[in-house]
């Protein structure tokens, strides 16, 4: 699973829109990949499972991957797409988008200090 | 090993029990539709069973406004408070049926350890304090449903109000009856020598003697007359429906954040409550002894009993908590 950092756990307080995916406690995980996923157009919850499974290699249980929708629909980082087909589709919002870019710039800062002193340390890769 | 999609639907179809009916309302045939891919794919998986189960279960206490999962504010509040009063009935039906024991004991001698003495006489004091909370906590919502009703703006609150209404008064003239009929109360010479006034212990008595060891012990409980083991069936159900029944008219009912705010604060009086009742209840478990004519006498229904509350009372802190969040929430 992707280390997602952990800020304080408003996710367990509830309601309101988080301004950091670490807000979401234990989903926050399950969140990164499930927006990280949609940044490229709507899925479905199979393809949902199957993208996510090819680009981290984590299979996501159906009950997790539901409660985390769930969760990303309330808090409106995700909508439902209208469909005729009992595979409901979701897109991430524009709030979404911007909690993912924060979170991911965030991840990515803290990847490049960790190789950077890694380098420094034990030598390159 | 494949599967045809009839006997993964069938499957789907089971695992998604563990979600309430809204859960299921929102997304079931989405999620059913995954279940099938994913049965299809890994026929026997534990993990996946375990995963939906696990799910299920904190979708259902999302629902009733115990997990951390964010609802509405205003539907937050209101759902913990409604799980918070579910949470002291059960409290309150195994605490009083306790209670009621060992006044009723009382009647006839006091206890030799002060252990009991000293439990009984702050579980007596924590009853008195439930009976004026709930008097306090139901006026205001009594008032507002009535209000409703009145203005026919209740469609959805008759069936739960008269649900409520109907359990409460078979519960009182059930336990009048019956409390009545037990000797050494009830006009008995004897009725107000205890710490309680006789017909007191004998209402509390006869409304919760359901709550009793007997059920282990079909032999001796059908040497009871036939009226008290039809009371003993049909004062639960009344408990049921007065609970149920209390429970939906507060989650249906539109209550002022004014209310909610002084329903909350009264849980949490509730909640303190609830723990000066178990720590007497646990002076006469622990360090009681049986007394005269095994009076006081603790069985395994009373161990049973305790476990329960405490499991009631975790439930009540975690509905008064989440309560509070939920006007935390509508405050901002």
Same mark, same amino acid.
């Given at each position: ?125 | ?126 009853? !008195?304090?439930? %009976?004026?909370? *709930?008097? +306090? #906590?139901?006026?205001? =919502?009594?008032?507002? $449903?009535?209000?409703? @009703? ?70 001796? !409980?059908?040497? %009871?007359?036939? *009226?008290? +083991? #039809?009371?003993?069936? =049909?004062?639960?159900? $009344?408990?049921?429906? @007065? ?79 989440? #309560? ?6 509508? $405050?901002?």
């Amino acid at each position: 699973m992707t280390p997602v950092a952990r800020t304080k756990r408003t996710g367990e307080a509830g309601g309101g829109r988080p301004e950091q995916i670490g807000e979401l406690g234990r989903y926050a995980g399950p969140a990164t990949l499930i927006l990280s996923s949609l940044a490229d157009g709507p899925k479905h919850g199979y393809v949902l499972t199957k993208d996510i499974e090819s680009f981290s290699g984590v299979r996501l249980a159906p009950g997790t991957l539901y409660e985390a929708l769930s969760r990303l629909e309330g808090q409106g980082l995700i909508e439902a797409v209208k469909s005729d087909d009992r595979r409901r589709p979701y897109r991430l919002t524009a709030a979404g988008a911007t909690v993912l870019r924060s979170h991911l710039a965030a991840q990515r800062r803290v990847a490049d200090l960790g190789l950077r002193r890694l380098a420094g340390s034990w030598g390159p890769a | 090993m494949n599967l045809d999609r009839d006997e993964a639907l069938r499957r789907s179809e089971r695992l998604l029990r563990w979600y309430p009916k809204e859960w299921r309302s929102r997304y079931g045939e989405e999620f059913a539709e995954l279940l099938i891919a994913d049965i299809c794919e890994q026929p026997r998986s534990w993990r996946r069973n375990a995963d939906v189960a696990q799910s299920g279960l904190v979708a259902r206490l999302t629902g009733i406004g115990l997990s951390g999962h964010a609802l509405e504010p205003s539907d937050q509040a209101r759902t913990s408070l409604a799980t918070l009063g579910c949470a002291m009935a059960v409290f309150l039906v195994f605490g009083v049926a306790m209670w009621a024991q060992l006044t009723i004991g009382w009647q006839w001698s006091e206890p030799d350890a002060t252990a009991t003495s000293a439990g009984m006489i702050a579980m007596s004091a924590a009853v !008195l304090v439930f %009976f004026a909370l *709930a008097v +306090v #906590a139901v006026v205001p =919502i009594g008032w507002t $449903a009535l209000a409703r @009703l009145a203005r026919h703006r209740g469609a959805g609150l008759v069936r739960p109000s008269l649900l409520f209404l109907g359990g409460l008064t078979i519960l009182i003239v059930g336990g009048r009856h019956f409390g009545n009929g037990w000797p050494g109360t009830g006009g008995h010479p004897w009725a107000h020598q205890g710490l309680v006034p006789g017909g007191v212990a004998a209402f509390t008595w006869a409304s919760t003697l359901s709550v009793s060891s007997y059920w282990a012990h079909p032999g001796s !409980l059908l040497s %009871f007359p036939a *009226a008290e +083991v #039809a009371w003993m069936a =049909i004062s639960p159900l $009344a408990m049921i429906c @007065l609970v149920v029944g209390a429970a939906k008219t507060i989650r249906r009912l539109d209550l002022s954040a004014r209310i909610l705010h002084f329903e909350a604060a009264l849980g949490v009086l509730a909640a303190f409550d609830m723990l000066a009742f178990l720590a007497g209840c646990s002076s006469w478990i622990i360090y009681g002894d049986a007394g005269p004519q095994n009076l006081f006498h603790v069985g395994a229904i009373d161990v049973a009993g305790l476990v329960l509350m405490v499991l009631a009372l975790a439930v009540a802190y975690r509905a008064v908590h989440r #309560a509070r969040v939920g006007l935390n929430l509508l $405050a901002r």
